[in-house]
């Protein structure tokens, strides 16, 4: 009988060392490839694409919660729909303002 063979078991050893480095490093070249603006193309649309969601998020939203907030005011108070109105507008205000922060 022969004596078992560990050069087998150290060979399997040193592959998993070698990819535990690989992975370690493709990910450290990931973060610097994000940190220097040298993402890849496909990472690159779905960062538009996020920002592209986010930008609507930040009209659309204080435009919609001002319109309700003015129409109930106009119906707690029961008024013509002038608050409607004047909340709609300070809505429209605040979402460009937000879009001009977003983009400065």
Known sequence: ???PNDSNNDRNEDKNVIKDDTHDLDGRIDKMKAKHGMLEDKD???KATNEGVKAGVELLSP???CFFIGMSLDNWLETSPIFMMLFFVLGVITGFWNIYKLTK
């Open 1 to 3: 009988m022969m004596p």
């Open 44 to 46: 690159k649309k779905a």
């Open 63 to 65: 435009i919609v919660v």
